[in-house]
């Protein structure tokens, strides 16, 4: 139910669907994968903090940022990893893979 969510994490979701839309300027789409990824993390969300941080990775490696977008693909991989979450592991593999073609 809307009212058992930390309202941190509703700011979180709301800056990460803002980063993804591609309404914003690189520069705040940038700070905003960040201001979530941050967020999730210090409310001890470990798989939203590790699907902003692939989010993240994705739209860097998108943009040719490869080498910004490796650490945070393999953090993400790491936690997810750590979850259980294979299908979100593998996801991150892909991404990883792509970016190591173009690198």
């Known amino acids: ?11 979180a979701h709301v800056a990460r669907v803002e980063a993804r839309s591609g309404t914003e300027p690189d520069d705040e789409a940038d700070r905003l994968f960040t201001s979530s990824a941050d967020t999730f993390r210090s409310i001890k969300f470990p798989f939203w903090t590790a699907v902003v941080l692939l989010e993240h990775g994705e739209w860097l490696d998108a943009r040719e940022r490869s080498s910004e977008a490796g650490p945070l693909v393999a953090e993400a991989r790491s936690i997810f990893g750590g979850l259980g979450a294979k299908p979100w592991v593998d996801r991150a593999e892909r991404v990883g893979q792509a970016s190591a073609a173009f690198s």
């Open 1 to 11: 139910a809307p009212a058992l969510r930390p309202p941190l994490g509703r700011m």
